[in-house]
């Protein structure tokens, strides 16, 4: 079986084992410098390589070419083009040109832009990224690319974060040279743990809320959820086995190092998790992989929902980022041996805890989703304060390091710096908290309040962004000094003392937290609403036009585009709920009652004074939810029909949360009732046992 992985593992990649073997020498050492320096590419080595790309896709029986890239909608998109090119003589070759290779002009009117472009500006460009592997999917070849105007904004997503990884990387740089160490570059890491459901297809099919929304808009509570706990990391059933087998055999086909796979808690949840890589083409790699598990399970007569919260009373799905940054050689944040590398270390970690609490609130605005909304702080995912768990050991350090005093760990090692260093951070030495967004777990940190349906070039633009500014700041503030371990290690005081408040190791889901935090001034946006207002923060914009990542404009038209999203999201559920309730469940219910009531009327006509207590207890109370879905229902298309019409895209938004988001959920607690009172045979929507414990 080995043989056969290894065989399996990038086959489907023109990765750099492809290129040293089939591209000239010559052509490979430029390639080469453009991926690791950042070098540009001459046309003629472009040339070479795409007509040796060409070759190699049409051998893995490509017959089109697409560039792939990351639009605001936060999914990808792809145009394809043939190889084919016909000859008069009618004939046909098949022709790829480095330019072709380069750059792309697909049509941008139609996607999310916030006002960067109208209508009837409808050209964009895709421009190559060469760090991340070009591959073959569905016998296209797939090159990875980013997206811009014809006036040069960036249009998606992963534009704004090569240029986070470049800003990180320099100023990383900057700050190890004042470390004795010069290296050409330095990369941040992600490893994204997707989690998901699997349900059978039978169902899926029946459930219009769930083919058009992502999740339940109706249903009620199952008498059994996930109070046993037993689904978590469980025996896998056969069929979601063979669903992990054959995705696994597809993503090691393109190169995705799939590593672990497990039943979650809640019953029909499973994970994924990869082995962390480079950020963009981790991201590439977790886009890929939500990709193949909705086309795979379909081959098993399953359905993957990536939905951040697909069923109420059962935990949701994340997508824990594990992000570190680290050099050819050295993970930066890892504490090291000796006592001026643990100085490093302390350094880059009081980067991050200021870059973390100074930027919260961009950072928010990251995992700010409409599905996200319903699985942040429902002690499943954490609340929507962010603060950073650093464990019991390494807040001893830091203690130690604020007030001067020695460190009272398993070594003690005094430096002349004025504070206290540990020579050996133990890793793994505390329990996991669970309930931090943002955890320090050895040598990385699990930012864990991203949701499951997301992309997650936007979360890791920011941190890389705002870790820079924070690295930049100690350069300038070090890099004059005459006894630079001084001045670094007062800086690391300082700036520990100054952040502290975002550090908190403890239940993050307790009300004295909630109370705590406000305290510390903490920011605690629960909604999309409310988080998205820091897009338009000036010491946001600021930050991002300082690194050349987003300009203003970039910013503030990202704001648009997200109320815009959310708004329509909403819409969507709403309309959705209303179509169900009024075609679906009130039949379903007036239909059952009639039977009932046929039911008392025989009864009472074959035996004379016979009770029908039952029968009538049956009928008030589904006469009396009905009434209430009814009317609900109304207000439910009162009020969804008014908040459309207003045309301020920020009030519109709040409008959907203040106003629509109750009427929806006043409309499913009736019909919840209801679903609870009518004979499954003519409830018309597979209920949650049925969705969640199918027995193949």
């Known amino acids: 079986m080995a043989a056969t992985v290894m065989e399996l593992y990038g086959s489907k990649v023109f990765n750099e084992h492809e290129m040293r073997e089939r591209l000239p020498s010559s052509t490979y050492k430029s390639l080469k410098a453009t991926i690791e320096k950042g070098q540009p590419l001459d046309l003629e080595v472009a040339n070479v390589v795409a007509s040796v790309m060409k070759r190699w896709a049409i051998e893995q029986g490509a017959t089109h070419y697409t560039h792939w890239f990351q639009p605001l909608t936060g999914i990808t998109s792809e145009k394809h083009d043939g190889f084919v090119s016909p000859q008069p003589d009618g004939t046909a070759i098949m022709e790829f040109s480095g330019k072709e290779l380069i750059k792309g002009e697909p049509d941008a009117s139609s996607f999310p832009s916030g006002g960067l472009r109208a209508t009837a500006e409808a050209r964009g460009y895709t421009a190559w990224d060469p760090t991340s592997y070009a591959f073959v999917k569905d016998d296209v070849l797939c090159i990875p690319t980013a997206f811009c105007s014809y006036t040069g904004e960036a249009l998606d997503k992963k534009t704004p974060l090569l240029r986070s990884m470049q800003a990180i990387s320099d100023q990383a740089c900057k700050v190890l040279h004042l470390f004795g160490k010069d290296v050409p570059r330095v990369a941040t890491t992600v490893g994204p743990e997707q989690e998901y459901f699997l349900i059978r297809k039978e169902d899926y099919e029946k459930r219009l809320d769930i083919v058009l929304t992502g999740r339940t808009l109706f249903g009620s509570a199952p008498s059994k959820g996930q ?28 190169g995705i190092p799939a590593k672990t796979k497990h039943n979650e808690v809640a019953p029909a949840q499973h994970e994924l998790a990869p082995i962390y890589d480079t950020t963009n083409v981790a991201i590439d790699h977790n886009l890929l ?51 001026m590398e643990n100085l490093q270390f302390m350094v880059f970690l009081s980067a991050v805890v200021k870059a973390v609490d100074e930027y919260a609130d961009l950072l928010r605005t990251s995992v700010a989703t409409p599905g996200n909304d319903h699985r942040l702080g429902a002690n499943e995912a954490p609340p929507a304060i962010i603060s950073i768990f650093v464990g019991e050991e390494l807040e001893a350090v830091i203690d130690a390091v604020c007030t001067d005093s020695p460190y009272a760990g398993p070594v003690k090692m005094k430096m002349d710096l004025g504070v206290d260093v540990l020579p050996k951070f133990s890793k793994d030495t505390t329990d ?11 040598n990385k940190f699990e930012f864990r309040m991203p949701g499951s349906a997301e992309n997650l070039s936007d979360a890791n633009t920011i941190l890389n962004t705002a870790v820079a500014k924070e690295l930049k700041e ?4 070090t890099s004059g000094a005459a006894d630079f371990e001084c001045a670094a290690a007062a800086w690391v005081k300082k700036t520990l003392n100054d952040h502290r408040r975002v550090i908190f190791n403890g239940n993050g889901y307790s009300e004295a937290w909630e109370a705590e935090a406000e305290r510390r001034g903490l920011p605690n946006r629960k909604c999309t609403p409310d988080a998205m207002i820091a897009l338009k923060d000036p010491k946001n914009i600021a930050l991002m036009e300082e690194f050349g990542v987003l300009t203003k404009t970039e910013m503030l038209s990202r704001y648009e585009v997200e109320m ?24 379903a219910a007036t239909s059952y009652m009639g039977e009932v009531a046929n039911t008392a009327a025989a009864k009472a006509a074959a035996v004379e004074g016979i009770s029908t207590k039952a029968e009538t207890k049956v009928l008030q109370a589904l006469s009396h939810y009905t009434d209430e879905m009814s009317d609900a229902a109304d207000e439910l298309k009162e009020v969804t029909d008014k908040v459309c019409a207003l045309e301020d895209e920020s009030a519109k938004a709040h409008a959907f949360h203040d106003e629509v988001l109750p009427a929806m959920a006043r409309l499913r607690a009736a019909a919840d009732v209801a679903e609870e009172l009518v004979d499954e045979e003519y409830w018309p929507l597979p209920c949650y046992s049925r969705m969640l414990f199918y027995t193949e």
Request: net charge negative.
């Open 474 to 477: 100690f350069t300038e503030e």
């Open 227 to 254: 109070e046993l706990e037993e689904h978590y990391f469980g025996t896998i059933r056969p069929i979601v086995s063979d669903f992990m087998k054959e995705l696994d055999e597809e993503l090691w086909k393109l």
């Open 432 to 442: 996991r908290n669970r309930t931090s967004p943002f955890a320090f777990t050895g």
């Open 564 to 587: 815009e999203h959310y708004s329509k999201i909403i819409n969507i559920e709403a309309r959705t709920m209303l179509k169900i309730a009024n075609k679906q469940l009130i039949p």
């Open 289 to 339: 992989t939500m990709e193949m598990m909705k086309k795979i399970a379909l081959k098993h007569g399953l359905v993957c929902l990536q939905h951040e919260k697909p069923f109420e009373g059962v935990n949701g799905s994340g997508k824990h980022n594990n992000w570190s940054i680290s050099t050819a050689d050295e993970n930066l944040l890892d504490p090291g041996d000796t006592p």
